[in-house]
């Protein structure tokens, strides 16, 4: 497993591992929030199938993303700063 820095390109690392640390805090805090409520009206059985659906939803999602990813690289642009003219 590799760290979420070292996996980003130099330039994008600040960008990626800002995103990358808001989603786990936004996963950890709406996710309690909403199965707290399927809990509470449903009871722990139906908790329990809907955490395990959102995981598995938000694992084929990943698994996507890291297919395409695989599939269609982008390619590296490198930008010098010779690259534009000044006016």
Same mark, same amino acid.
Not at 64 to 71: D, Q
Not at 84 to 87: D, E, F, G, L
């Given at each position: 497993m590799c760290s979420m820095p070292?996996?980003?390109?130099?330039?994008?690392?600040?960008?990626?591992s800002g995103g990358y640390s808001t989603?786990?805090?936004l996963g950890l805090g709406l996710g309690s929030f909403a199965l707290g409520l399927v809990i509470t009206e449903?009871?722990?059985?139906?908790?329990?199938v809907a955490g395990a659906g959102?995981?598995?939803?938000?694992?084929a999602l990943a698994a996507?993303?890291?297919? !395409?990813?695989?599939?269609w #690289? =982008?390619?590296s642009v490198?930008? !010098?700063r010779e690259a534009? #003219? =000044?006016?």
């Open positions: 070292g996996a980003a390109v130099p330039s994008r690392r600040r960008p990626d989603s786990l805090y449903q009871g722990y059985g139906a908790g329990f959102a995981g598995a939803v938000g694992t996507t993303l890291w297919i !395409t990813r695989l599939r #690289p =982008r390619e490198t930008a !010098t534009v #003219p =000044r006016a």
